[in-house]
């Protein structure tokens, strides 16, 4: 069940990289790397974090086959979409979503305490798509007025949570993962925000 | 002593990194992130290169809460400031010198060699900014005229050698860390520059 | 011989680090920061993802020292050079060819399998420019139309191929850094690019 999150979280992850590197119209090669680093970004990072080294791509080269093929997918399908950055918006919703409750279960299993868990939840789900937008020029996800990090933050939080009273994994995987997804989801199609200051920016 | 430090650097950083998620009128929770973030970015990456895995944060979780706290009091503070550059800037300064210290004696206390160990403390204090304005979007600290690095190679390299002449803890870290921050200080405050090429730029 | 390959690159890395620092016009210890940043990021990513710690320049102070050097040399040379660009730019090639061998290579020896290897080299190869594009505020070169990531991963792919058939370590060494050194000269002198979809950016 963890594994499919994953390798879910890995592949759309992986096309959003590859999205990124179409509007950009780069070259195909470009798109393996676009897609392999953000698929992979993340949890490099949480297992450089926790420790479990070599990172987990080492030691299971399958993951990075998932993100080369995620990237000649976006190659070949790329020019049919209507809106690159609707579908990229969409596919790193749900890799947040997969990440967050990864990030923190990772963590978790690696006797990491509940607190740190979910800001490991956290910085897995986001950290993909910072190196993305760094790597690929664009402003960070992170800067948008549209809720992001509370999603992530909800759906790590509440698997946490919920593992934390005793809910086996599949539920509390599913509904942390599904409350991330449906926050973010809401976020992307009606705008949805958190309150903020209404300072004057940049003073 | 240096757990004093430790904490006052990871306090101030932290505050930075919600000074730069309120100037982007950003929610609450972004503070919360951009202050974790920015507050142990650099001991994270010092921890990383040195091998002392889970980082500082997984093992003792009180620094994010330090991190969520400062996230707070600036979300709270944010609209008397007069100018939230000037006190960014300022915090960034403390945490700056604070962080040059500890990540020297962080790496003198793992072994590792005078040389590496002043590198060590100068990309620790100058890690935590470089990924605030990274993910925030604002042209790094780094690439301003006024002093920066240099001020925390003087606390950072002043620290390891009043170490190497027997000068104990206490005064090699406050005479460190207060240069750099005299350093930094006079930067921002008068503008302290090296001398630099006078070729035309970007050529 | 891969010794040399792995200070070759770390130097002409280093070299570029402190262009770019020469056309953003700054001082002396921040050309230094950007040679050392740039020199060892690519090698330091390595070690952590393989779990090599502390990293390599902790272990072997010398590669600082290079970086260091190749400071001073661009900080008393850079007004004679006609464009630092292009200085930038092939160093930058002679670096990547020299750091996708010895990425691949380090990742063998670490036991690493002959795929996780290959991109373990182009990783390495990409990432001392991404940083040093990052901090300096410049567009990566990742971004630009002619072919890079092909001739980084060209060369890993080469070596780790032609270690796979035995071929000993000085010949697959050499060819696998010049087929990449010569792949991105000719894309840094002709213009070479690979095709690209002809879909409108950004949509």
């Known amino acids: 069940m963890l594994l499919i999150l994953d390798y879910l979280g890995v592949a759309v992850f992986a096309a959003t990289g590859a999205l990124a590197a179409s509007r950009r119209n780069l070259d195909l090669v470009a798109f393996g790397f676009f897609a392999s680093v953000t698929g992979i970004g993340g949890g490099t990072l949480r297992d450089m974090m926790l420790g479990r080294l070599p990172v987990f791509w080492v030691q299971?080269?399958?993951?990075?086959?998932?993100?080369?093929?995620?990237?000649?997918?976006?190659?070949?399908?790329?020019?049919?979409?209507?809106?690159?950055?609707?579908?990229?918006?969409?596919?790193?919703?749900?890799?947040?979503?997969?990440?967050?409750?990864?990030?923190?279960?990772?963590?978790?299993?690696?006797?990491?305490?509940?607190?740190?868990?979910?800001?490991?939840?956290?910085?897995?789900?986001?950290?993909?798509?910072?190196?993305?937008?760094?790597?690929?020029?664009?402003?960070?996800?992170?800067?948008?007025?549209?809720?992001?990090?509370?999603?992530?933050?909800?759906?790590s939080a509440l698997y946490v949570g919920l593992s934390f009273f005793g809910v086996t994994l599949w539920p509390a995987a599913t509904i942390g993962a599904g409350t991330a997804f449906v926050i973010r989801g809401g976020a992307i199609r009606y705008g949805w925000t958190l309150p903020t200051h209404t300072l004057p920016p940049r003073a």
Do not use: N, Q
Request: hydrophobic fraction near 60%; include cysteine; charge should be negative.
């Open 60 to 155: 299971e080269p399958s993951y990075i086959a998932v993100c080369l093929a995620m990237a000649l997918l976006v190659w070949f399908v790329a020019e049919r979409l209507a809106s690159r950055l609707t579908i990229l918006l969409w596919a790193d919703a749900i890799g947040m979503a997969g990440f967050a409750v990864m990030g923190a279960a990772v963590a978790l299993s690696a006797g990491v305490g509940h607190g740190p868990a979910i800001l490991m939840g956290v910085m897995t789900a986001t950290f993909g798509g910072i190196i993305r937008d760094v790597i690929g020029g664009e402003p960070s996800v992170l800067l948008k007025k549209e809720i992001y990090v509370t999603a992530a933050l909800a759906g």
